[in-house]
């Protein structure tokens, strides 16, 4: 149990520390870098909570696409190193920020957080969570205490075998353009530095 606990405090570190990096260094580059790793931290902690297909989807679409767009984009501008001017819209901003932070600080104190066991839902949660990687049939729902909707809707799942099965291709593809993408942007700023 340990061990979890040490990875859980390690990922959201690095995730806060990832995420403050974000707003408070200067240079676009490396704020995007650090985007990159905040949204691998989430992709750990996804992990973590045993949904490895979110965690999947999390790194290659968020990273691999999001972040990688950023970077590039960042790449093809200019004075990259300066930043961003102050403008008259950072009070504003500071506001909104300020407010937003309080409505989430009311909602979290506020809310009545039942948990599972309390709830009468332990078995159900387990069977989920021990089922992460296959999809367990119905007998084995049924017995757990689902009903029969709940059953249909939990064995008719199967994006994660179409991903993996009938759209390998396809799936890889994307992998490929991105990196294409990646490629072309070092190149194209290279040249134009030297």
């Known amino acids: 149990m340990w061990f979890e606990q040490t990875v859980f405090w390690a990922l959201s570190a690095v995730a806060i520390a990832g995420a403050l990096g974000v707003v408070l260094v200067r240079d676009l580059f490396r704020a995007a870098l650090l985007l990159a790793l905040v949204l691998v931290a989430v992709g750990g902690l996804f992990v973590m909570m045993n949904a490895e297909f979110l965690a999947v989807v999390q790194i290659l679409i968020y990273v691999g696409a999001i972040a990688v767009l950023f970077i590039f984009a960042v790449m093809l501008t200019r004075d990259v190193q300066q930043g961003n001017a102050p403008n008259r819209l950072q009070i504003p901003a500071a506001l909104v920020s300020a407010l937003l932070l309080a409505a989430m600080a009311f909602t979290a104190v506020t809310t009545d957080w039942t948990t599972l066991a309390s709830a009468g ?9 021990t089922q992460a990687v296959g999809i367990p049939n119905a007998a084995e729902l049924t017995d ?10 939990v064995t008719d799942g199967g994006l994660a075998d179409l991903l993996i099965g009938n759209f390998v291709l396809p799936f890889e593809a994307v992998s490929l353009l991105l990196l294409a993408a990646a490629i072309g942007g070092l190149a194209l700023a290279r040249g134009r530095g030297s």
């Open 121 to 129: 839902l332990e078995r159900k949660s387990q069977i989920a969570q």
């Open 144 to 153: 757990a205490g689902l009903t029969a909707p709940e059953v249909a809707s």
